[in-house]
């Protein structure tokens, strides 16, 4: 088939008007949801796919929302073959059947059609703040199976011709703990894609249908061959990684673990995770949509930096990535997957990481504090009404690339930093939780030539009734995730609750009951450090113990460098004998 040439300007003009209806799209959810995981920490993913279900553009979300997305709109397109019009409205969260990652993520697909002919499909994406299940929230690690942990939804249309399904509604609404709040929520995703539709279908009237397409044909040539070239570059070989997460939730203490080989033949990449662990009874494994996806955005960290919001199907054309139906990183039904995004989800990330420093050493990147989680459920005494609330606030930060310290305060590699941490006032507003501490911890970075990024002494006092609190897909206490080139792993991480004068350890994937006037301290892991810290410019390591990133003995132990106690200075001498005796000079 002949395919239009486009001048530079056009496919430039087309591209990024693409990549803006994105962030447009966002932008109306942003403003328009009321569930604070959305509207405040942003939640929240959006895309835009042809009608062949190739990627178009992802330029803004979370990974394991968007970019195993072709995935689920293979399915739409398969379930409604020949029963798609102007006006549809799917609505799926189905990890089995709709390759969706948990049940919390509800993903709204609109087909855009265009002149009477099917050319692109829209989703928006978003953490719902309950999907009903044993507990509020959806994090319930001893679910018997995973219609325990939420109403399942596979594909069905919520919308026919822009008129809601009021029956169908009704019944989803009926499922869930605040039918009006996610009722808000779903409309907000809902408006997001008819934006989409508009913008589109204005730039096809602008350009023309031929014109559009052929940029989008172009732009998928000159990624596809972009990543080709950075994997030409990489030794051919095999590479291997591995990460664990604490435990399942279930099985409590054994960590679970994910093992990856990446195998590089010329200008083609092949992640294969056969060697991880089966599936579990606990609610960490993950389906094989979040799989594809979260080694997609490990992989995609060693590209050039410049295709960050570029990527699109041609991007994924030479990578292959092959998980074994039954275990932890494609688990077959009804296993459990509550925690996927996260506790196994990571973990992908982590393993695929650590594997691709080895064969790309010049970009090595070191792991993301641990994500330390939590959630809150209980009845507020100012509202008389019900309420839960998950953060992500506890959470260490960016982990160190080659080059640069990691990024204080971003959070969650499984994000890169798109989600943001909790506002102190709109959390006190909206719950009945005190905040009492919330600052970086000293000597919680792993440490390096370039270290990570710090973690976190977070407390808070429950102000309100007695609560329901499970420390829901979080990782740390045990198991720490890997540096690179000879950087520390990450710190581990612990929590406790204070009641009056007793303080007890908390432990991860467990539920608790809180007591009006309980405090929880959490303090987190920050991010893994790149090179030896032994290495590191003393007069960085300086600036760090003076702005109380590490503490002196942490820089004479670690990064021997000798800080004078009362000046704070560089003991020029003392350091450099200590790093001779150590062989490090």
């Known amino acids: 088939m002949a395919v239009c040439r486009v001048n530079p300007l056009t496919l430039s003009t087309v591209w990024h008007a ?30 835009i796919w042809d009608a ?6 992802i330029p803004i979300g979370l990974s394991v929302q968007y970019l195993g997305g072709k995935l689920s709109v293979e399915y739409v397109l398969n379930k409604f073959k020949g029963n798609l019009n102007p006006g549809d409205m799917i609505l799926v969260n189905d990890p089995y059947k709709g390759y969706c990652c948990h049940l919390p993520d509800w993903g709204f697909y609109r087909p855009i059609f265009y002149r009477g002919e099917l050319l692109f499909f829209t989703m928006v ?15 319930f690690p001893n679910a018997y199976d995973i219609h325990a942990e939420g109403l399942c939804i596979p594909g069905i249309k919520v919308m026919e011709g822009d008129r809601e399904r009021e029956d169908v509604m009704e019944l989803i609404l009926n499922n869930v703990r605040w039918p009006q709040g996610v009722r808000i929520d779903n409309y907000a995703q809902i ?20 014109t559009v397409l052929a940029c989008l044909e172009e732009m998928m040539d000159r990624t596809e061959r972009a990543v080709r070239a950075t994997i030409e570059k990489i030794p051919d070989g095999t590479y291997y990684g591995e990460a664990a997460t604490d435990d399942d939730g279930t099985e409590l203490d054994v960590p679970v673990w994910v093992r990856c080989e990446i195998a590089v033949k010329g200008d083609t990449l092949t992640v294969d995770f056969s060697k991880s662990d089966k599936q579990r009874k606990g609610f960490v494994n993950c389906v094989f949509n979040t799989t594809f996806s979260n080694a997609l955005s490990a992989l995609f960290m060693f590209m050039d930096p410049g295709l960050g919001e570029y990527h699109n ?10 998980a074994p139906p039954g275990s932890v990183v494609n688990a077959q039904y009804p296993a459990t997957v509550g925690a996927s995004p996260v506790s196994m989800g990571h973990q992908i990330i982590e393993s695929v990481v650590m594997a691709m420093s080895q064969a790309m050493p010049e970009r090595a990147v070191a792991c993301w504090g641990k994500r330390y989680e939590h959630y809150f459920f209980g009845l507020d005494p100012r509202t008389n009404e019900k309420y839960v609330v998950t953060t992500f606030d506890i959470a260490g930060g960016a982990g160190a690339v080659r080059g640069f310290d990691g990024y204080e305060g971003a959070i969650s590699i499984g994000a890169l930093g798109e989600v943001n941490r909790g506002n102190v006032e709109e959390v006190e507003a909206r719950f009945p939780w005190r905040s009492l501490r919330w600052e970086f911890a000293t000597d919680t970075c792993g440490a ?13 006092e429950n102000v309100g009734g007695d609560a329901g609190m499970a420390t829901g897909s979080s990782d740390g206490e045990l198991v720490r995730a890997p540096g690179a080139l000879g950087g520390e792993p990450t710190p581990n991480s612990k929590a406790f609750l204070i009641r009056g004068s007793d303080t007890s350890q908390i432990r991860a994937h ?18 893994a450090g790149v090179g030896n810290p032994a290495e590191r410019d003393p007069e960085k390591v300086r600036w760090d113990v003076i702005n109380e990133f590490i503490g002196i003995d942490k820089a004479r132990d670690t990064y021997h460098v000798v800080i004078d106690p009362a000046s704070l200075d560089v003991d020029i001498e003392k350091t ?10």
């Open 52 to 57: 062949r279900a190739r990627t178009v553009a």
């Open 448 to 460: 390096g030539v370039w270290r990570g990024a710090s973690g976190f002494h977070w407390e808070v």
């Open 510 to 527: 467990r539920l608790y009951e809180v007591k009006s006037g309980d405090v929880i301290r959490k303090i987190s892991g920050g991010g």
């Open 191 to 210: 408006a997001a894609t008819r934006v989409c539709e508009q913008r589109v279908t204005a730039l096809l009237d602008k350009y023309g249908k031929e």
């Open 125 to 139: 994406r978003a953490h719902q703040m309950d999907t009903g299940g044993a507990y509020p929230g959806g994090y």
């Open 313 to 322: 199907e041609g991007s994924l054309r030479p990578i292959t990535v092959s």
């Open 576 to 585: 450099s004998m200590l790093r001779s005796s150590q062989g490090k000079a």
């Open 18 to 47: 693409l990549q803006s209806i994105c962030r447009e799209m966002r932008h109306v959810v942003d403003r328009t949801s009321q569930n604070y995981l959305i509207a405040q920490l942003h939640d929240v993913s959006v895309g």
